[in-house]
């Protein structure tokens, strides 16, 4: 078997070294008096430039390098001295500035004004930097659930009994957005339908939201975006963090992160994760569990050391999920819902998956301004499903490996990066009384070259990779940014994008149903061009900071696989699309500080998404044309208290054709309007924190959720038809520790 090569493999990844970021410098932002506090908001910049970001609630900072060397680093903040500190080279370690007062004081206290979400001003794509604030303010705890008071990414339930949700982005499926560790590829193959729920939130440090084509050394699938999950630094995490969550409906969860210094440039950091739900709720009486019974165990180890010379990563993780749903035990004795005896209707859900992932980045001794870039990633993923009679299984082993190039050009304002990649993907999958195996390799080469001269900046790059099994495929990119002033940008980008699909793990959800399953002719490899402006401005106005961002963006398909619901109600079918589909979408933002405690967020968009169905030009289903969210997050002055009330409006999507079913199985042409509301209370006494909150506080629910309940082994049954939430209103709440590093006097 072709990826019977273990040994070779594991030999391969203990021999090899991780690849470091060396794109980036953090530090921290002190007092310099006796009490040596952090101080949250602080200015880092480098001078004669507009790089520059604010420190966060630990007076932490991550910081992109200048454009050449040397260069002088500043840090400033109300009522202290500036401090600079000026470097030949990129620093190897974390910088420290330690800000004396101007005048003695007495006590203060100081707040934090940075963002939750962030819109990125310095970068080529138009971006959102969700940083932890913002993830702190979800229920708890997987990726799944980071996103719920963010409007770029849309949160779905996939299906009535499996428990799994579904993103979109730019009004697609989020299998067309690129999810990466750290510029690894992460998310995709048979993760791809419940990956975001096998990694907890409190792992990540940062989630970079790019819109639009991704650039040509980040990989080919960033087709309508890329979710890039920035994780915890081992060298700057306390000691030890611990997070206990519990809600209404029986869920609890907890997560462990230990630290540890290995040397005078090195850490370690161990991350530790457990779920466990074993209720049978049914909250629309309709004989099946809203959500499986689940047992979830997530483990992972990071080890990092900086030198002058570079930086190395080294990771590993382990998963295993296993979700039990299906009728309820109730159910099974209710004449209205009872199926014969000895034979219910089950759902049962496992995932194994082993990921070993690693960077090493090396800067050029006499030449600082060149540096190389190694990285590579293998993974092992077990899944198995099944749904009442219907029964899948699937392995994955893939290996992904990549070397990057990067060094100034000309005066030190351009800059070329190259390199060469290649991924290897191994799928074994089975489904009721068939198998299908695909082995894949693909070599790939890639360059890019960005050009800056003043306020404009230009980005062009270009991939060309060769795929053992669908055939060559060439990737060129471009992206413009224009600085009208400081803080106004208008940015321009286009690019072809490709992806590899798995049809059936990646539609999972329609496997809670009675449909057939129809392949029609050979599937092929999904591409597709998209098209990109945006502009973003911050201004001051009424005393006020604000960002304004509009964001236009259309994604048209040369080649895609069309998951038919529409042909009939109890078929589902595969072909290659043979017409037109697109998606377009206008994004709107608006983020404002009311006053020094409450920062307001509003958020509109708008899709048209479209595809060839048959030889009909339809809506895509389950895409609402409209969604609109407001925000309002608090924060005392004293950062003791913070509160957030997120509410969000959904418009109405098209739901497939029912109409050949009987009356009683029919469902209407569209969804409705409906909205939710999410809010949540925290108290900070010291290094602890106490939070309340709540989900869906009005209880908004889609009552239909499955079609013919009672007979799921029929003809009719479906608990793939989903538009709107599953559950009613869940409460919750938990509390985070963290133990401080002792500080030196």
């Known amino acids: 078997m072709y990826f019977n090569q273990r040994k070779f493999l594991l030999a391969l990844v203990s021999s090899a070294w991780l690849v470091a970021d060396a794109q980036t410098i953090s530090g921290r932002v002190s007092d310099g008096g006796t009490g040596g506090g952090a101080l949250p908001g602080a200015n880092v910049f480098w001078a004669g430039t507009t790089i520059g970001t604010a420190t966060d609630g630990e007076g932490r900072f991550t910081l992109e390098n200048p454009a050449q060397w040397p260069a002088s680093l500043i840090a400033s903040f109300v009522g202290y001295r500036a401090d600079t500190l000026r470097f030949n080279t990129a620093p190897a370690t974390p910088v420290s500035f330690k800000l004396n007062a101007t005048i003695e004081l007495g006590e203060a206290q100081v707040v934090e004004r940075v963002s939750g979400t962030k819109l990125d001003s310095r970068s080529i794509n138009a971006t959102e930097i969700i940083g932890q604030k913002e993830l702190k303010r979800a229920a708890c705890c997987d990726l799944s659930e980071s996103f719920e008071t963010n409007a770029t990414v849309d949160v779905n339930y996939s299906d009535a009994i499996s428990g799994t949700k579904t993103i979109r982005m730019l009004g697609l499926d989020g299998k067309y957005a690129q999810i990466s560790l750290e510029n690894l590829p992460f998310i995709r193959g048979l993760s791809t339908s419940y990956g975001l729920t096998l990694i907890p939130g409190t792992w990540i440090k940062d989630i970079n939201l790019s819109k639009g084509i991704g650039t040509a050394v980040n990989g080919p699938n960033a087709m309508t975006g890329q979710i890039d999950l920035c994780l915890l630094d081992p060298l700057t995490e306390p000691p030890l963090f611990v997070n206990l969550y519990g809600n209404s409906q029986g869920r609890t969860e907890a997560n462990i992160h230990l630290a540890q210094k290995t040397g005078a440039n090195s850490g370690n950091l161990l991350l530790l994760h457990g779920n466990i739900f074993q209720q049978d709720m049914d909250q629309n009486s309709d004989g099946f569990m809203d959500s499986p019974r689940t047992r979830r165990f997530n483990v992972m180890d990071r080890w990092m050391r900086r030198t002058d010379r570079g930086m190395t990563q080294f990771g590993v993780r382990y998963v295993n999920d296993e979700r039990r749903g299906g009728q309820t035990a109730m159910s099974m004795n209710d004449p209205e819902h009872a199926i014969h005896a000895g034979d219910p209707y089950v759902v049962d859900i496992r995932n194994e998956l082993v990921d070993v992932f690693g960077k090493q980045g090396i800067i050029f001794k006499r030449d600082p301004s060149k540096s190389v870039g190694i990285m590579f990633a293998a993974r092992r993923h077990d899944a198995a499903s099944r749904f009442g009679r219907r029964n ?214 708008w899709y048209d998404v479209r595809t060839t169905y048959d030889g009909a030009l339809r809506e895509r289903p389950f895409t609402p044309q409209h969604r609109g969210m407001v925000s309002l997050a608090f924060s005392d002055m004293k950062e003791h208290w913070r509160a957030d009330l997120t509410w969000s409006l959904f418009g109405q999507g098209r739901i497939p054709a029912t109409a050949a079913n009987p009356e009683a199985y029919r469902l209407p042409e569209r969804s409705p309007t409906y909205s939710t509301v999410h809010a949540q209370l925290t108290r900070i006494i010291g290094t602890w924190e106490v939070y309340l909150g709540v989900e869906n506080l009005t209880s908004t629910i889609q009552r239909q959720q499955i079609i013919a309940p009672e007979d799921p082994f029929g003809p009719y049954f479906d608990a793939s038809m989903i538009w709107g939430p599953t559950n009613k209103a869940m409460f919750y709440g938990g509390l985070r520790f963290a133990l401080n590093k002792k500080q030196k006097m």
């Open 392 to 605: 899948y299984t699937g392995v994955q082993e893939s290996l992904y490996a990549s070397a990057v190039y990067q060094m100034l050009v000309g005066k030190g304002s351009d800059q070329l990066k190259a390199g060469l990649s290649y991924q290897f993907d191994d799928y074994q999958e089975a489904f009721r009384d068939s198998s299908f195996a695909r082995v894949e390799r693909m070599p790939g080469v890639f360059a890019e070259y960005t050009v800056q001269r003043k306020d404009l900046t230009i980005v062009t790059g270009l991939r060309a990779d060769a795929n053992s099994f669908y055939g060559n495929t060439a990737s060129p990119r471009i992206h413009l940014k224009y600085d009208l002033a400081p803080l106004t940008n208008v940015r321009l980008s286009a690019g072809h994008g490709f992806r590899t699909a798995n049809p059936l793990v990646e539609n999972a959800s329609v496997l809670a149903s009675s449909r057939r399953v129809v392949v029609e002719g050979p599937l092929g490899m999904e591409r597709s061009w998209n098209f990109g402006a945006s502009i973003l401005h911050k201004f001051k106005w009424l005393d006020r900071k604000w960002a304004f961002g509009v964001d236009v963006y259309r994604t048209e398909f040369l080649s895609q696989i069309v998951t038919d619901l529409d042909r009939h109600p109890r078929t589902v079918a595969f072909y290659m699309l043979d017409g037109r589909s697109y998606a377009n979408s206008v994004l709107t933002d608006v983020q404002v500080e009311l006053n020094h405690v409450i920062d307001l967020k509003l958020s509109h968009r």
